[in-house]
């Protein structure tokens, strides 16, 4: 009898034993693997998008007549007490690098191609203006410059920018 307990004992621990061991094996699923495109060794880039990856796509190779006229871009949409300064048509890259130059630190849409034309109207509020902010009511700045970004293609507004002029 106590040959058999001692054989059943025995069998469970081996039996125990390849199983603990055939699960310590098995690999677990990487929770955030890494995209095939990278390859081992290489750094991952993340401000680079994949140039056919853009929501907005390169249209430098369109003409001024099938873009939005430059009279519709701003048309009945300056408050009063507003100056339009100037209205341009250039391509993306151009006003982020004049934005850097106005203001030093800028963030650039990755939705944007870089050579995508936009227009780019420079407005003046002399007397100051008041923007309504999403979450913290009113801001109030004093005699300002104002930059304000639209899509030549489409007309839709990119970014405002608002800085006070001393």
């Known amino acids: 009898m106590?040959?058999?307990?001692?054989?059943?004992g025995i069998s469970l621990l081996v039996i125990t034993s390849i199983t603990s061991i055939a699960f310590a094996n098995q690999k677990e699923p990487k929770q955030n693997p890494r995209p095939d495109w990278i390859k081992p060794g290489k750094p991952e880039t993340?401000?680079?998008?994949?140039?056919?990856?853009?929501?907005y796509p390169d249209n430098s190779f369109k003409n001024e007549r099938q873009l939005i006229k430059k009279n519709y871009v701003?048309?009945?949409k300056l408050k009063e007490n507003l100056n339009l300064k100037g209205l341009r048509l250039i391509r993306y890259s151009q006003?982020?690098?004049?934005?850097?130059?106005?203001?030093?630190?800028?963030?650039?849409?990755?939705?944007?191609?870089?050579?995508?034309?936009v227009w780019v109207a420079f407005i003046e509020a002399p007397e100051g203006i008041e923007i309504n902010q999403k979450?913290?009511?009113?801001?109030?700045?004093?005699?300002?410059k104002i930059t304000i970004v639209f899509d030549a293609?489409?007309?839709?507004?990119f970014a405002t920018s608002v800085a006070e002029m001393s």
């Open 74 to 76: 701003i048309k009945g």
């Open 2 to 8: 106590k040959k058999k307990f001692v054989i059943v």
């Open 95 to 117: 006003y982020i690098d004049i934005l850097k130059a106005d203001n030093g630190d800028v963030v650039q849409d990755m939705q944007i191609h870089p050579n995508r034309l």
């Open 46 to 55: 993340v401000s680079t998008p994949n140039s056919g990856q853009y929501l």
């Open 135 to 144: 979450n913290t009511g009113t801001v109030k700045y004093k005699k300002s």
């Open 153 to 157: 293609e489409t007309g839709e507004r």
